[in-house]
DNA sequence: TGTCAATATTGATATCTGTCTATTCTCGAA
DNA sequence: TTCGAGAATAGACAGATATCAATATTGACA
């Protein structure tokens, strides 16, 4: 009776120096999607968006605290990321939530929580 | 008539100049939990535990073609972050999803998505 | 057309992080 | 108790990124 035997007695756990199932799926896609979310910034902006409805940039530098560049910055990744949507009002740019963008983003783990 | 007259007649969104609703909250934390979700490899580690049940950490190198060291980095983060269980069965280290850690992690992009 | 304001882009820099090698730690077994 | 194997830690380094200052772009309006 090995120790491996014991284990897959005692135990549902794969026994060491098995062939794991290996999923496929993009993860480098997903990864990339989570990250633009994983960020305190960001996090904030969202939060300011989804309490807010549109929301112009010009009104995000006071509560964040950090230059118009760098905001601008941020709003870029969100929307390549299809976090937020993006309009066009003369000199201001309006921003909202992309919920559909955002429950892609979300998928991911979603899936993770429905196979466990 | 004010362009911004125009913008609260014509849509729901704030004018230029408005004082944001800043909604509570620890962003801070939020992403860094969700940092530790927001990699490729660490993702690709967790849709194999969740695929495979209860791993033991010695038979993820192979699929992921990464030292052990660097392995074990990740499982680390996974597990500080809550995303992941840990059992040591004599010299072996057996990894589990767990999946109230990961609903914690994941809390944040679901009340984006309930607030909108 | 010319000017001003809001936004976007560029370039530079400091910090963070994923990876490796080398080493240490922790068990089980002889 | 000693040896060997799996896991964890430490230190180093390359690549990514958040930020800012400076500049360019775009659109409204006189």
Redesign the interface.
Known sequence: MT?CDN?LAE?????????????E?D??R??AL??V????????I???I???????A???E??LGLSQPTISHHLRQLFDAGAVTKEK??T?A?YG?N?DG??E??A???K??S??
Chains 1, 2 share one sequence.
Do not use: E
């Open positions: 120790v284990l135990t549902n756990a794969c026994p060491p120096g098995s062939v794991l199932i290996v999923p799926g993860d480098a997903s990864a989570l990250k979310v994983a960020d305190t910034t960001r996090l904030k969202l939060r300011i989804a309490a807010n409805g549109s929301v112009c010009c009104d995000l006071a509560p009002r003369g201001w309006y939530i919920a955002l429950q983003i979300n991911p783990l979603v993770l929580l196979h466990s």
